[in-house]
């Protein structure tokens, strides 16, 4: 069930008009039954591989509980107290550890698996040992990616004690199921998404209106503006040996503009539904294309993948073992700042390569991930001989001018990362890339980009709504409660205006279908 | 350890790592009052108060510490 289409407008009126008839006290059962209904919709199937992470991590986590009280350690003298809490240390993190792999091992065969056998075969090859691999027929359930993540944040949250296992099974699946965030995120911690989920929040008008707006601008990022340029980048993409470099170049700025306005868009529907019920959901993103670094980009796009992979990896390999011993091990031969430098180097590679792999088994998400953990690098490694120059030419990092071109580059370095990103394949990402910088490609071509003229101005005009709407996101402020300052009428002229601009301007599909959300497929 | 003491002790620990003498911490500075405290550098700067303090900090303080009223609260138990 597509957000976007008519089937998905009629269940979530019927869920938030039953939920608030429900007795408060079960409303959260509610909306159990109807996130299982909304998942298994889409295949029954994919509920076996859904239940199977729930109640493996609904279980581990009351075992972890289970460990860590077993030993009353206060009765103990210091030694033996130091011992057993060693013990517990040594049991929790085994059953973690398990808990995670039996989630990743199906992770890894449904997605991974057909990937990692070809490039073994591949690899072989190389050395003349030629062998044909057995192929996983599996198709993608989704939102596997987004809900294994979920689950193994709860786990591990549960083992470091940031939060108390939750003994109500129902209520745990309902922490991993809950639908507006099940397909595609926001990736959630249970010790938010527990103070928000569980209670039975009373209806409220204001609510409903803000969650309401919210919605309506979701659908008018995805229908008006998103599906609107991916008809130009579906034209030109598989095709662009035929296209001159100033398309090309068009076409990198659509589908920068495409993804973020589908992304975005999608969140915006669901942390708008979750509102009506008074349910609050993780942003996820704010105003990214803004940022005036790249890792500040990241802090900015899809926010709670970049924070689970700071949380759940990248501290741990910063603060394990092996890393602070072969730290210390460095420093004695090349000095405490490189030694520290080599450790987050090796820290950042690890991170940006399954940061791109989380994407898809495919090699051009893994060289997008690395793209930007090598960026990364050189902006730390470089970051004080930056400071200096700034500092020496005296350049005011305040000047609106200068943070204008910090923007403008953060951007394009986005755009380029984009192409491997889009592209199916690592040749097509090159073809793409040497068609930009090729001498002979024509600058203008006379193909079509599969958009007229109208299209593009209402693309345009759009846009500029959405600039305009992201500069009130940069800055924190929340624009639905400036336009419920205004005069009634302007308000309603306002509401009018985005509502008819998705009918008239929202592209549809036969039958007012639409299309699917790019996040879907991971 | 006096919680005054950690301040003190405190201030030099991030005045050292952020490379900026006008630092001043309190117990309700947080990561977007100081230039530069993003997660790579927060890691640098746990290593170095544990160096200074002498003691570790678990992963659930590394991940949860809310400001450094937080840090200097684990560091008071645990010095």
Redesign the interface.
């Not at chain 1, 790249?294 to 990896?313: A, C, N």
């Not at chain 1, 730290?327 to 940061?355: D, E, N, P, R, Y």
């Not at chain 1, 200068?402 to 984009?418: D, E, R």
């Not at chain 1, 079509?448 to 996101?473: E, P, S």
């Given at each position: 069930m597509v957000f976007t289409s008519l089937k998905f407008l009629l269940f979530i009126t019927a869920v938030v008009f039953i939920y608030f008839i429900f007795p408060k006290k079960y409303r959260w059962v509610w909306l159990l039954l109807s996130s299982y209904f909304f998942y298994l919709s889409a295949s029954v199937k994919y509920g076996i591989f859904l239940v199977f992470s729930t109640v493996i991590t609904y279980l581990a986590a009351i075992w972890i509980e289970k460990v860590s009280e077993s030993i009353d350690v206060s009765s103990l003298l210091k030694d033996e107290r130091k011992q057993a809490k060693q013990l517990i240390e040594k049991r929790k993190k085994l059953i973690t550890a398990i808990a995670i792999l039996l989630n990743f091992a199906v992770l890894f065969t449904i997605k991974y698996y057909n990937f990692t056998v070809l490039n073994i075969s591949a690899l072989a090859d190389i050395f003349g040992i030629q062998f044909t691999p057995a192929m996983l027929n599996i198709l993608l359930p989704v939102g596997i990616s987004f809900y294994t993540f979920q689950v193994t944040g709860y786990i591990i949250d549960v083992y470091r004690g940031i939060n108390n296992a939750e003994h109500n099974f129902f209520k745990y699946a309902l922490f991993v199921s809950y639908f507006p965030q099940i397909m595609q995120g926001p990736i959630g911690r249970f010790s938010d998404l527990s103070q928000t989920l569980y209670t039975g929040h009373p209806f409220e008008y204001q609510r409903m209106t803000y969650g309401l707006q919210r919605m309506m601008l979701g659908f008018f990022e995805k229908l008006v503006i998103a599906d609107r340029l991916a008809i130009a980048v579906d034209t030109v993409w598989p095709n662009y040996q035929s296209y001159g470099r100033i398309e090309i170049l068009l076409i990198c700025l659509f589908y920068a503009i495409q993804i973020y306005a589908d992304f975005a868009g999608y969140m915006d529907i669901a942390i708008g539904a979750s509102e009506i019920m008074g349910i609050r959901l993780s942003e996820n993103f704010k105003a990214p294309y803004f940022s005036a670094s790249i890792p500040e980009f990241w802090r900015r796009w899809h926010i709670t993948l970049g924070s689970w992979f700071r949380d759940y990896l990248f501290y741990p390999i910063m603060r394990s073992g092996w890393c602070i011993s072969l730290g210390k091990k460095l420093k004695g031969i090349i000095g405490k700042k490189a030694s520290s430098k080599i450790i987050t180097v090796i820290a950042l590679l690890c991170v940006w390569f399954f940061t791109g792999m989380w994407h898809g088994a495919s090699w051009h998400y893994i060289v997008w991930g690395v793209y930007y953990g090598i960026l990364i690098i050189l902006s730390t490694l470089f970051a004080p001989v930056f400071d200096k120059f700034v500092q020496n030419h005296s350049i005011n990092r305040n000047n609106p001018i200068y943070k204008s071109v910090q923007i403008l580059k953060t951007f394009v370095i986005v755009c380029m990362g984009y192409i491997f990103f889009r592209s199916d394949t690592m040749s097509q990402a090159f073809g793409i890339i040497g068609r930009i910088f090729s001498l002979s490609a024509p600058l203008l071509s006379p193909a079509a980009i599969g958009l007229d003229k109208a299209d593009l101005i209402v693309a345009a005009v759009f846009l500029i709504l959405l600039l305009i709407i992201d500069v009130f996101r940069a800055k924190d402020i929340d624009i639905r409660a400036v336009i419920a300052k205004k005069a009634l009428i302007l308000r309603w002229i306002i509401y009018f205006i985005l509502l008819f601009s998705v009918i008239i301007f929202g592209v549809y599909g036969p039958e007012y279908s639409s299309s699917s959300f790019i996040y879907f497929q991971f | 350890m006096e919680r005054a003491e950690i301040f003190e002790k405190l201030n030099n620990v991030f005045r050292d790592v952020f490379d900026d003498d006008t630092i001043t911490v309190s117990d309700n500075t947080t990561a977007s009052d100081i230039d530069g405290w993003?997660?790579?550098m927060h890691?640098?700067l746990i290593?170095a108060v544990e160096d200074e303090f002498d003691i570790k900090f678990?992963?659930?303080s590394?991940?949860?510490m809310k400001n450094v009223g937080d840090m200097a609260d684990i560091i008071e138990k645990e010095a």
């Amino acid at each position: 069930m597509v957000f976007t289409s008519l089937k998905f407008l009629l269940f979530i009126t019927a869920v938030v008009f039953i939920y608030f008839i429900f007795p408060k006290k079960y409303r959260w059962v509610w909306l159990l039954l109807s996130s299982y209904f909304f998942y298994l919709s889409a295949s029954v199937k994919y509920g076996i591989f859904l239940v199977f992470s729930t109640v493996i991590t609904y279980l581990a986590a009351i075992w972890i509980e289970k460990v860590s009280e077993s030993i009353d350690v206060s009765s103990l003298l210091k030694d033996e107290r130091k011992q057993a809490k060693q013990l517990i240390e040594k049991r929790k993190k085994l059953i973690t550890a398990i808990a995670i792999l039996l989630n990743f091992a199906v992770l890894f065969t449904i997605k991974y698996y057909n990937f990692t056998v070809l490039n073994i075969s591949a690899l072989a090859d190389i050395f003349g040992i030629q062998f044909t691999p057995a192929m996983l027929n599996i198709l993608l359930p989704v939102g596997i990616s987004f809900y294994t993540f979920q689950v193994t944040g709860y786990i591990i949250d549960v083992y470091r004690g940031i939060n108390n296992a939750e003994h109500n099974f129902f209520k745990y699946a309902l922490f991993v199921s809950y639908f507006p965030q099940i397909m595609q995120g926001p990736i959630g911690r249970f010790s938010d998404l527990s103070q928000t989920l569980y209670t039975g929040h009373p209806f409220e008008y204001q609510r409903m209106t803000y969650g309401l707006q919210r919605m309506m601008l979701g659908f008018f990022e995805k229908l008006v503006i998103a599906d609107r340029l991916a008809i130009a980048v579906d034209t030109v993409w598989p095709n662009y040996q035929s296209y001159g470099r100033i398309e090309i170049l068009l076409i990198c700025l659509f589908y920068a503009i495409q993804i973020y306005a589908d992304f975005a868009g999608y969140m915006d529907i669901a942390i708008g539904a979750s509102e009506i019920m008074g349910i609050r959901l993780s942003e996820n993103f704010k105003a990214p294309y803004f940022s005036a670094s790249i890792p500040e980009f990241w802090r900015r796009w899809h926010i709670t993948l970049g924070s689970w992979f700071r949380d759940y990896l990248f501290y741990p390999i910063m603060r394990s073992g092996w890393c602070i011993s072969l730290g210390k091990k460095l420093k004695g031969i090349i000095g405490k700042k490189a030694s520290s430098k080599i450790i987050t180097v090796i820290a950042l590679l690890c991170v940006w390569f399954f940061t791109g792999m989380w994407h898809g088994a495919s090699w051009h998400y893994i060289v997008w991930g690395v793209y930007y953990g090598i960026l990364i690098i050189l902006s730390t490694l470089f970051a004080p001989v930056f400071d200096k120059f700034v500092q020496n030419h005296s350049i005011n990092r305040n000047n609106p001018i200068y943070k204008s071109v910090q923007i403008l580059k953060t951007f394009v370095i986005v755009c380029m990362g984009y192409i491997f990103f889009r592209s199916d394949t690592m040749s097509q990402a090159f073809g793409i890339i040497g068609r930009i910088f090729s001498l002979s490609a024509p600058l203008l071509s006379p193909a079509a980009i599969g958009l007229d003229k109208a299209d593009l101005i209402v693309a345009a005009v759009f846009l500029i709504l959405l600039l305009i709407i992201d500069v009130f996101r940069a800055k924190d402020i929340d624009i639905r409660a400036v336009i419920a300052k205004k005069a009634l009428i302007l308000r309603w002229i306002i509401y009018f205006i985005l509502l008819f601009s998705v009918i008239i301007f929202g592209v549809y599909g036969p039958e007012y279908s639409s299309s699917s959300f790019i996040y879907f497929q991971f | 350890m006096e919680r005054a003491e950690i301040f003190e002790k405190l201030n030099n620990v991030f005045r050292d790592v952020f490379d900026d003498d006008t630092i001043t911490v309190s117990d309700n500075t947080t990561a977007s009052d100081i230039d530069g405290w993003d997660s790579l550098m927060h890691i640098t700067l746990i290593s170095a108060v544990e160096d200074e303090f002498d003691i570790k900090f678990d992963m659930k303080s590394v991940v949860a510490m809310k400001n450094v009223g937080d840090m200097a609260d684990i560091i008071e138990k645990e010095a």
